[in-house]
Structure formats: C-alpha cells, structure tokens
C-alpha cells in the first residue's frame, strides 16, 4: 500500500513487534541475495501465493454495543438513542463492558482489522479487553453532560498515552447535542493545554444540524470551531449534513472524516459526500460504528458501501474507484488514527498484517485485485490477522489467550442480566 511501490511477489520478515523487511522476490533469487542477513527463523509461512496487506483500521466504533446487535432495529436516530439504547447501556458494568469488547474483539480480527478508533463508557475497560486480546486501539471519550469528566478525560489521556504501543488515547466528546457550551469551552481548553486534535460525532442527522442551529446560529463544525475545538486538528464521525461552510472549516483546519456507510444506511441518516471531501483533500477513514446500529463489524460491507453510496450520490459511476476507497481503510485510516507506525508494510513498520486468501471464487479472476476487495471481497477471505507481530487469528481458529466459547458464554450472561433473555 505504499504509493511509491505497485503490488509484488514477495516476502515479508517480522521481528518482535515490527517489519525488519519487505523484499521483491526477484531480489531474493539474483545476485542482490548476499545483501540480506542469513537468519534463522522461529516460524516461516508460506503463503502460497495469497494478498499480504495491511490491516484495516476501523476508524469509528463502539465495541462493547455488540450486546444490542439486532435489539433496537428499524428506529431512526433519535427514538433509537432515547428509547433503547440509553436506558440499556444504564445498566452496563465496567466488567460488562471488558467482557463485551472481548467479543467484539474476535470479531475484528475476523474481518482483518488490526487497529480500532474506539468510543464509548468507560475508557479504561475498552482498553484493558483489547490488551487482553492483543487488540490494536485508539481510545476517545465520549465525554457528554451525563457521563464522564473533564478531569477524567485529562488523565487518561495522560495515562493511555505513555503505558504501552498498543493503546492510544485522543481527546473527544460525544456531540455537540449533548455537551452544554460550558463543557465544549473546557474540551478546547484540554485541547489547546496538550496542542491536541479533538474528535466527535458530527452533522450525523439533519435534526442535530437544525438543532445546533436553533440554539446557536451556526451549524455544529462552524460552531466548534468559533470555540477552538479544532484549533489543533481532529475530525467528525459520520459528517453527513455538511454545508459548503462546514467543508470549508474541515479543509482550513485539517480536520478528518470518518464516514460509517452501514449505520447512516441502516438508521435512514443519510449519505456523505466523500466525493466532495476527496476534491477538497479532506483526509476520509472508514468507520463500522457499534454493532447496535450496524449490526456487523465488516470492514469489506463498509467498503462496498462507501464506494456504491458515493456513486450513486454524485450520480457518477467514475467518482471513486475502488484502490481510493482501500486506502481510506488502511493507509488513510492509520493517518486519521494518529498511527503513523500502522499504515503501509515496510521496513521499521509495526506489524500489523493480513493475509488474504485469493484461492477462493469472489476473488477468481485476478484482473484487479483492488476492485476484488471492494466490491467482491468478504470475511471469508481473511485467512491471517497478525497485530504486533502476533497471529491472532488463522484459518478460522483464534490464538487470544482464552476460549472463544467462554467468551461466548459470558456476554450471554450479561445480555440475560439486562434484558432477561439468553441466546438458545
């Protein structure tokens, strides 16, 4: 996935947590073989001729929401936050939560994502359940009027950011909707302290735009940045109902989008336009949101949408080819992510790799093995996860340190607990 380097036959070295080498086959086979350190390894892999590519980055979720996968359906926004989920997430514990993500976890590594953008109650469980698991994360607050502080958010930040490579910490806040005036001038105040980007959920609905605008005047990006939210950088999830001065905030303060095709289709919000965000070089990663509203956490469904949406939003079949749209999950999304170390595979790189099986008939024939991921690809070709130079997942078992079937076992327990009913 480097710009500079087209797709190649060759081999990938991994040492401890990194790549100590990425090498075109031709150059193991000619005279430039003496160059490279004979060394022994501990295991060596052949691929058998399948895709080796970076992770994907999972730009926006919120992992421990797998307990209401197919709960609340078919409600719009509004009536599924107030009536369903709210009430239920009241009842979740902090080892809820560690136990919920555990789940979720499993299933990242099913889909090939190596790297989570993850928001939700409590900062701290997410976190340990993906060390646990050895899941990659960025960890943002969702920091709102009734949970939450700002004095909380300040120490993991600080916190997070210095214990370990696996977990990072980014400033955040829910929304815009649910922080008072007051709350947001203090997340400004954190983000101007450290010099640090802010991120949120962003012109998700058009009500929350109509809101905002009844309150202050302004739309919610124009309106964070009067207040200095965005003075250091940052971004939006979802940023669906953006005007020409909200794409004008977002590209003179290099801010992100993380679009989540999926859940804005399935709770009717609406289609962003990601064409407009390319033209402009608005920096777009690719988000599953929680499995309460997307239901799957499938990075190759998320592509597929993004790019059919966005053609059939501009009405331009031509508006997004499919190796944008890859970048956007991978490349693209370790950047938005503040991943620097996570985006392509070369040489001091952490490893973070996947193995694609294109033995299989969705991949059949190899004319463009970018288009085959976008628009033919699924789960069942993930054949590898590999995240810090650690296998997590291959050929369908999982090598987490500890039963899948317990893990199982426990979310059932939790969802019985909250909504008196268990999985049969």
């Avoid at 001729?49 to 359906?73: C, E, I």
């Avoid at 928001?119 to 949970?147: K, P």
């Avoid at 649910?178 to 802010?198: D, F, I, M, N, R």
């Amino acid at each position: 996935m480097e710009k500079t380097r087209p797709m190649f036959r060759g081999e990938i070295w991994v040492k401890n947590d990194k790549i100590a080498c990425v090498v075109n086959g031709e150059d193991l086979e000619n005279d430039n073989m003496k160059d490279f350190p004979k060394i022994s390894w501990d295991v060596e892999i052949d691929c058998r001729d399948n895709l080796l590519m970076p992770g994907f980055k999972d730009a926006h979720t919120h992992s421990a929401m797998v307990f209401l996968r197919s709960y609340a359906d078919d409600l719009p926004l509004d009536r599924w936050l107030k009536e369903k989920i709210f009430p239920a997430e009241a009842k979740l514990t902090e080892e809820d939560i560690f136990q919920l993500t555990r789940l979720a976890v499993l299933e990242y590594l099913t889909s090939g994502i190596t790297s989570i953008f993850d928001m939700y109650l409590t900062s701290d469980s997410t976190a340990e359940a993906c060390l646990d698991m050895g899941m990659r994360c960025v960890l943002t607050s969702g920091l709102n009027d009734f949970t939450s502080s700002i004095e909380r958010m300040e120490e993991q930040y600080n916190r997070w950011n210095r214990k370990n490579s696996l977990i990072s910490y980014q400033l955040g806040f829910h929304a815009e909707y649910t922080c008072s005036k007051e709350l947001l001038y203090h997340v400004a105040q954190l983000a101007h302290k450290y010099s640090a980007p802010v991120f949120t959920h962003l012109a998700e609905t058009r009500k929350e735009v109509d809101e905002c605008m009844a309150r202050y005047g302004m739309t919610p990006a124009v309106f964070l940045e009067t207040i200095g939210i965005f003075d250091y950088g940052g971004g939006g999830f979802h940023c669906i109902h953006m005007t020409g001065d909200d794409v004008d905030v977002f590209s003179r303060r290099r801010l992100s989008v993380v679009t989540n095709s999926a859940s804005n289709l399935k709770l009717a919000s609406g289609i962003a336009p990601i064409a407009e965000f390319e033209r402009r070089k608005i920096p777009v990663a690719i988000g599953t949101d929680g499995a309460a509203s997307n239901n799957c956490l499938d990075m190759f469904r998320e592509m597929f949408l993004v790019a059919g949406l966005s053609k059939m939003r501009e009405e331009d079949a031509a508006s997004l080819n499919a190796m944008k749209v890859l970048r956007m999950a991978t490349a693209d999304g370790a950047k938005v992510m503040c991943l620097p170390k996570c985006d392509v595979l070369a040489k001091g790189k952490q490893a973070d790799i996947i193995m694609i099986d294109l033995h299989q008939p969705n991949m059949q024939p190899l004319h463009d093995i970018h288009g085959n991921l976008v628009y033919s690809g699924s789960k069942s070709n993930v054949c590898m996860t590999m995240i810090n130079g650690r296998i997590l997942y291959r050929n369908g078992e999982f090598f987490v340190g500890e039963s899948v079937e317990r893990i199982y076992a426990e979310c059932d327990r939790i969802v019985k607990r909250i909504f008196g009913t268990t999985n049969t």
